[in-house]
């Protein structure tokens, strides 16, 4: 290994090694430590005519251990290859790929430039996608149904890179693991919701967390009065659905604006999945001078599903005249609000 030769100085002869090394440095890289091969921004599109192929303009990058090849189409441009008879059994997916041809770096022959074709599959009944070699970049595949089964679709599904330091769009957990972890790395996961960091988070050791997005939040609208009863009852305005995909440690929030008759109290019970989350008092000190309120839970391990999260409430002490204020009396929304505390990807 040797410092690589700085991008640009006067009256050096650069090979193109040199330089694709150069550029390699403000990409993202996968844990092999390579640039990471995948689209740059906006991802193609795909169309079909008859048996042909055409893919619409995109940018992209090729990783390979001699560093980075930027490429891309500059218009919608029909691939190399058509597509094949069905099988009379079996379905077939193949792949379209756009390619670097590098005598120096791999590919072996004459040529020295980018090319789009489509690679064919093999017919099976699980319809496997051919393997992608090296100096290639996924553009999408081609299904074709078996014999007298439909027509051929195509799936846009390429894979991403970014500039370094910037999120990298991944497709899932495994296209994740291919990523370089480095402290601060950012992930968005495109098979679920939330951007993930590559961090050491307390109680959890180092992996990808979720910094904390909001999966659920519900304000109330305008000024509610609550019923004077000495139990629990549901309040609905504050009813949340929402649900995880992976489990997760989640904080929750009750907070607002509450005003009664001097001396009143009135207790707050909110629950998560029917077990209670945290459990609050409010004393109101005067009358007609508005009372706020923020009451705050935690769950460690949220498993993955649906959820609910309910808002109880009951009268303790006092005369009553509860009322909960919305955000027509300027002092902001009460709302119930649900927040990722941080989940390891899995």
Known sequence: MSVTLPLFINGVDYSAEAERRGVSGLLARNADGNPR??????????TISDNTVTVGQFSGAIGTPKGAYLLGLDSATLVEGTIGAADSTNPRRDRIVLEVLDPDNGSGGTDRKGRLRLVPGTASAGAGLPPLQARQLHVGSILTPRANGGNPSALEDPFFT?????????????DLGTLLAYPGALALRLDRQGALMRAAKEGNGVGWYEPGGVLGYRALSANS???????????????????????????IEFSGVLS?????????????????????????????????FSFTGRRPALAAGNHQLRVYGAQHTGAGAFLLHGPTDNYGATYVAVRDDGVGAV
């Open 225 to 251: 009065q609550l019923a004077e009863k000495f139990e629990y009852v549901e309040l609905p305005a504050f009813s949340l659905d929402f649900t995880t995909s992976v489990s997760r440690a989640v904080a």
């Open 162 to 174: 970014a500039a370094a330091g910037a999120p990298v769009p991944v497709r899932d957990a495994a």
């Open 260 to 292: 009664a008759i001097a001396g009143s109290t009135y207790f707050f019970d909110v629950r998560l999945d029917g077990v209670p989350v945290r459990r609050s008092e409010v004393v109101v000190t005067s009358t007609r001078v508005e009372t706020g």
């Open 37 to 46: 091969t995948g689209v740059l921004g906006p991802p193609p599109t795909i």
